[in-house]
């Protein structure tokens, strides 16, 4: 969330700031003037009536001495009469300000200074690139194909089961799912110095307006109840482990010297993928179940971009270990997520769909997720606490990449090979056809 002051005071550059991502957007901060007028105003005007109200307390005591009871019921009613004023003015002042969060609520951060223009994901730019697309001397096969040939994948039975947009591993298929998992969370715990977190799957709705997800994507979660579906105590399923990783320190002062905190989470995500009908129908691109290790870390403001880069640097090495081809691209300010004021994506090579596909999204929310949150740190022991900075980003999707190596290792027989780092846990180099 913004800051309510700094966009009060700053409104004509916040205003071309988030035009910088669109014209919708800048939209968004209409009212806010007002909203903000008014509320100068109350505290004025309450500011006022307070310090009213302290005299006429003071004067009190001096005509209770004096004796002059017409006198001090006169003060006694203009002494309620202010309280009541002063009621009112705070009331309305609270309606203003829920009204003001409100808004700041569904407007998106600001893009950094960095982040380059573009209006969508067609103008990021590519900033570097890793390995060679490889070579095939046969015309390779979707992932959707080669794991139902293989037998380690199935759509009609998942269906059964749930519904559209679920699948279920079998065999090889689903020890490939657990040893990408634990690979992963071996690489960023042993090397790159992760933290590894096992949070709840369920949480709180604050817990999603700390990171951005409600109000604004309510359509895009699963929310459990108990009996009641307005039941303010509803539980969400998460729909990364962004969420829960992240509010591990909402409401709290962290110690300054300790920054940055880096955590390596698993879960299973649920995503409902709202407004996405029609889009990657088959395969495991765009599932209402995935699995993901998140990589979240927690910083001073001043280290958010180098964080960002090492960030990245992590998901990626995880692509190097595996030997999968893909490239990196930064986001345009119009392809920022809500959140987001830089971001990079990764974006791996699926031969069978010629195509790039995103893998891990790496991100630097600024102080945008931690104002929400009230994560804070100390500076120094004696300093006033300032808001923390955070990051995230896939370290990596783990469905996204089993589908890479499907396609990127898959041979002329229909047997995928399994790369160097995996075949320890996986007990074999290959997944050949039954």
Known sequence: MLDARYVSEHLDEVRAELGRRSPADAALLDGVAELSKRRRELIHGTETLQAQ???????MAALAKSGDKAALGARRDELKKLSDEIKRAEAELGEVERAMEDKLLVIPNVPHASTPDGKTDADNPVVRTWGEKPAFDFQPKEHWELGERLGILDFERAAKLSGARFSVLFGLGARLERALAVFMLDLHTGE?????????FLVKAEAL????????????????????PADNDALYLVPTAEVPVTNLHADEILDGDKLPLAYAAYSPCFRSEAG???????????????DKIEIVRFCAPEQGLTELELLT???EEVLKRLGLHYQVVEHVTGDLTF?????????????????????????WFGDFQARRAKIRYRPAPKDKPRLAHTLNGSGLAIGRTWVAILEQYQQ?????????????????DRIAPP
Request: charged content about 25%; proline content about 5%.
């Open 313 to 315: 640097g992590h998901a």
């Open 53 to 59: 109200r302290n005299a006429a307390n003071e004067s």
């Open 339 to 363: 959140q987001s004021t830089k971001s990079y994506d990764i974006e791996v090579w699926l031969p069978g769909q010629n195509a790039y596909r995103e893998i891990s999204s790496c991100s």
């Open 192 to 200: 790159h110095g992760y933290r590894e977190v096992y949070p709840p």
């Open 276 to 290: 996405s009908y029609g889009k990657d129908v088959r395969g495991l691109i765009r599932q209402h179940q995935f």
């Open 209 to 228: 307006r700390g990171t951005g997800s409600l109000p604004k994507f309510e359509a895009d979660l699963f929310k459990t109840y108990r009996g009641d």
């Open 412 to 428: 002329k027989d229909g047997s995928v090979l399994i790369p160097k780092v995996l075949q320890s846990f996986m007990g074999t």
